[in-house]
């Protein structure tokens, strides 16, 4: 049976929401939320948090919760993540499927992790999986915090499309069309920043170097597609609440939990 690593890279600085792992949502702290939900997936071996912030590494510990210390020089989750993966390694501990999942998504579905698990999990040949949901609303549109994705439109692994592009932009764009019209013309799908990596893609994609692309939109999944890894996308109909600024966390604080 294959081992599935879940990692949850989490970060005390952060220009918009400093401390934002650490905030109380009811009573617990939002890195306990999303780790709890992770401990809820069927897929996932292990879970672990990435921190470079020790209040963060002493607070996991302290509600229970496994995790590793790493450097504070990294770019990207991703690396943090190859370094954990390197120190579980180093304890003899092996994984087949490395999964990034945002620290900052509180009400992550277990459902969704195992979705995106399972596009790895179902097919020898997958390199990485993601997750999108289709844009109903102009405000995501055109919103440049919100990535986009198009896909190819025939189906792998039963319901998981290639990528072809992720923009901050919409895509596609349509040509004669005014822009109030087009998400009645096309659908466009919002992308959902949780991966999954076969273990062997996982280490390639640690060395190679960043892309035109990728510097362009300040988008790390555009580094690989330029280095012709392919990307899996699976729909999903339920949206991912993210937390991005204080304002975000007051939209949400009455949701019920």
């Not at 304890?91 to 900052?104: A, H, L, S």
């Not at 579905?109 to 979705?115: E, G, K, L, R």
């Not at 096309?186 to 640690?206: S, T």
């Amino acid at each position: 049976m294959k081992k599935v690593i879940g990692i949850i890279p989490s970060r005390y600085e952060s220009t918009r929401f400093p401390g934002k792992p650490l905030v109380d949502i009811k009573g617990k702290s939002m890195i306990q939320r999303v780790y709890e939900q992770c401990e809820k997936s069927k897929r996932l071996t292990k879970v672990v948090v990435a921190t470079d912030d020790k209040r963060i590494y002493d607070h996991v510990l302290d509600f229970g919760g496994l995790a590793i210390m790493t450097s504070d020089n990294h770019q990207s989750g991703t690396e943090r993540c190859g370094e954990v993966i390197e120190k579980m390694e180093d304890r003899g501990e092996f994984f087949d499927v490395v999964v990034n999942i945002q620290g900052d998504e509180p009400f992550i579905s277990p459902a969704h992790i195992d979705t995106v698990c399972e596009i790895i999990l179902k097919d020898d040949q997958a390199e990485i999986g993601t997750l999108a949901k289709r844009i109903t609303t102009e405000e995501e549109l055109f919103n440049e915090n919100v990535v986009k994705v198009a896909m190819t439109e025939d189906e792998k692994n039963e319901e998981a499309r290639d990528a072809l592009y992720f923009s901050r932009h919409p895509i596609p764009f349509v040509r004669g069309e005014k822009e109030e019209n087009w998400l009645n013309s096309v659908d466009y799908y919002k992308h959902i920043g949780i991966y999954a990596f076969n273990i062997d893609e996982f280490y390639e994609i640690q060395d190679i170097e960043h892309s035109m692309l990728e510097k362009a939109e300040s988008l790390e999944n555009l580094r690989w597609l330029s280095h012709h890894f392919t990307i899996q996308v699976a729909e999903i109909k339920e949206d991912i609440i993210g937390i991005d600024t204080p304002e975000d966390l007051k939209k949400i604080i009455d949701t019920d939990l």
